[in-house]
């Protein structure tokens, strides 16, 4: 079955310090994985797509085919990054379906 | 370019009312997806409308149904409401009718519904 796990509902650390918002999937064959962010009253937004491997406000992600995890990692935790952050799994084919995870709330401590 | 816009915004209903939500995609986008969105299941895909086509439908009982117009506008409906139906429900729009490099979703505000 396809499926995307977050294991934490709710992750609280200081700024500046190190930010891992875990996410595992379960695919067969080459997935295509996303992180959307939702900060405090906005729209559900991309914040970046493995395919792409680019670092989007200090943000980056490592798909790990052996681990089926996709972390997002920030060295240095900024106030601004408190939100609700969901990892997705595009299943393939001609869709544009997304399967979310539960989603993960960071909150950044001052 | 304005955004996804998605109509009303907030919605109040009672058991076993029907209820309709709409979704007007950004300009020029044929693909619409439609979420619902509840702090225990996070976003769960209800279905996809691309050129008025139903092509995916998630995995929900058949009291939600919608279509989509030749303008692109998308309706959902759920039928016989039940209190388990409360959520945010969000639509998605994009121009292509897949996940390729390039091709982004845009996510509305959503519609608030609450089944008292």
């Known amino acids: 079955a396809q499926r995307v796990t977050q294991p934490e509902k709710l992750l609280s650390v200081f700024k500046g310090a190190p930010v891992e918002l875990k996410c595992n999937y379960s695919y067969s064959g080459s997935p295509e994985l996303f992180w959307y962010v939702q900060y405090s009253r906005q729209r559900l937004q991309l914040l970046l797509r493995h395919i792409s491997r680019e670092s989007i406000k200090g943000f980056t992600a490592d798909l790990n085919k052996g681990e089926t995890s996709f972390h997002l990692k920030k060295p240095f935790a900024q106030e601004e990054d408190s939100a609700m952050y969901y990892c997705?799994?595009?299943?393939?084919?001609?869709?544009?379906?997304?399967?979310f995870g539960t989603g993960t709330l960071l909150a950044v401590q001052p | 370019k304005a955004g996804v816009t998605q109509t009303p915004r907030y919605l109040i209903k009672t058991r076993g009312q029907q209820v309709t939500l709409s979704c007007s995609p950004i300009s020029g986008h044929r693909s619409v997806s439609w979420y619902q969105q509840t702090p225990g299941q996070g976003l769960q895909f209800l279905f996809e409308?691309?050129?008025?086509?139903?092509?995916n439908k998630g995995n929900f009982p058949g009291r939600f149904s919608g279509r989509q117009f030749s303008n692109s506008r998308s309706e959902m409906n759920v039928s016989t409401l039940e209190l388990g139906d409360s959520a945010l429900y969000l639509c998605?729009?994009?121009?292509?009718?897949?996940?390729?490099?390039?091709?982004?979703?845009?996510f509305g505000p959503g519609t608030r519904l609450t089944v008292l």
């Open positions: 998605a729009s994009s121009p292509k009718d897949r996940v390729v490099f390039g091709n982004e979703q845009f």
């Open positions: 409308y691309f050129s008025e086509t139903q092509r």
């Open positions: 997705a799994l595009h299943p393939g084919g001609a869709t544009n379906k997304l399967i």
